[in-house]
């Protein structure tokens, strides 16, 4: 699946990228110069590859700064052209290549890739706020307009969705998909580098971080005080955990996403 000629980048982490970027080149630059030679007509005898014979000229300079998508066309095409040094694969079929992949190997995947509701929810705590705001104002005022309150949250209810989110907040994480009963891809995304939203058709390009066989199980929230924990106890806080919303079922990949684009 070749890179798109205009891609338009989703997500795209620039740090990460020219991490990358300066390991694949050996170093890191930004901008270049270019110059070109410009008749007395005009004319840009550069491009015509010859001289003007005596016709008045002059030179014209310009700095040209990179930007972070044409740095990442620049990383995808090297690593295509050396995809067994840097262990790239281009996955076409997520679920015949799934046993290939190893961890630390570099993917870039076409899916079908979603923010799930729940972690939606979690990890945007401003709106779920404003969300409980709404519904205490609903209902003060539905006896006002004659309303009935069946079906609206009380005091005790509202309190307890204010406490869960400030217990269980949440980083963006997506989850993709080639076919619904397939091999499926997740990852954390930094929200400085989210560009617009993120669903349906992509291309994610990441490193694998982890490798979930059938079977295994991998929580898309963040455990409160997992930080503090043994790898034994997070693990059986996890299984504790689970529920189909938040908990993503193996085979499955957890990647480092570089990229989101389409």
Known sequence: M???SLPRFLYLDEKGLGEYLSVVEEGLSDESKRRRLLSATGVDSSALGESMNGDSSSEEERVVRETASQRFIRLVTALDTAAERWRYRDVADLAHSFDEIGITDLVQVQCEVEIPPFVQMFSQPDQLDGMVNMLEALRDM???????????PGKKETKAI?????AMKSDVVVVGDQEEDGPKITGKL?????RDAIEGEVFVLGKVAKKLKEGESHSLLAIPGASLMSRQQRRQAARQQQTDENTLAGPALTL???????
Do not use: T, V, W
């Open 2 to 4: 070749p890179i798109p």
């Open 142 to 152: 539905a006896p006002m307009m004659g309303e009935e309150l069946d079906g609206l």
């Open 162 to 166: 204010r406490d869960l989110s400030k």
């Open 190 to 194: 930094n929200k400085d580098y989210i």
């Open 256 to 262: 480092d996403i570089l990229a989101i684009y389409r």
